[in-house]
Nanobody, 120 residues
Framework: QLQLVESGGGLVQPGGSLRLSCAAS????????IGWFRQAPGKEREAVSC????????NYADSAKGRFTISRDNAKNTVYLQMNSLKPEDTAMYYC?????????????WGQGTQVTVSS
């Protein structure tokens, strides 16, 4: 079964940190750019960050710049999103997705999501 599985979400206080993981099962992430997306209740899904296969290109939404770091470990078939200085407005369901390129709108695989809640 080909799938992406996110983990690492949870409840954290403002200013805290979380590291999300996106692990592939049944296929290798080596050939895919991986994007992180999030969707808060009542809002549209938004792109948070993306990393290319060779890590030559990494991009972040303005809301994530300076606080979030995306990385990948192809040996572990996993991509990470380190989130620091979390704010209540970061509360959302976070999804990872495999796509041909970061600029490509096509998504080949979606994960099921992991909930991040930032609250005191």
């Amino acid at each position: 079964q080909l799938q992406l599985v996110e983990s690492g979400g949870g409840l954290v206080q403002p200013g805290g940190s979380l590291r999300l993981s996106c692990a592939a099962s049944g296929f290798t992430l080596d050939y895919y750019a991986i994007g992180w997306f999030r969707q808060a209740p009542g809002k549209e899904r938004e792109a948070v960050s993306c990393i290319t296969t060779s890590e030559r290109s990494i991009n972040y939404a303005d809301s994530a710049k300076g606080r979030f770091t995306i990385s990948r470990d192809n040996a572990k078939n996993t991509v990470y999103l380190q989130m620091n200085s979390l704010k209540p407005e970061d509360t959302a369901m976070y999804y990872c997705a495999a796509k041909p390129h970061c600029y490509d709108r096509r998504i080949d695989y979606w994960g099921q999501g992991t909930q991040v809640t930032v609250s005191s």
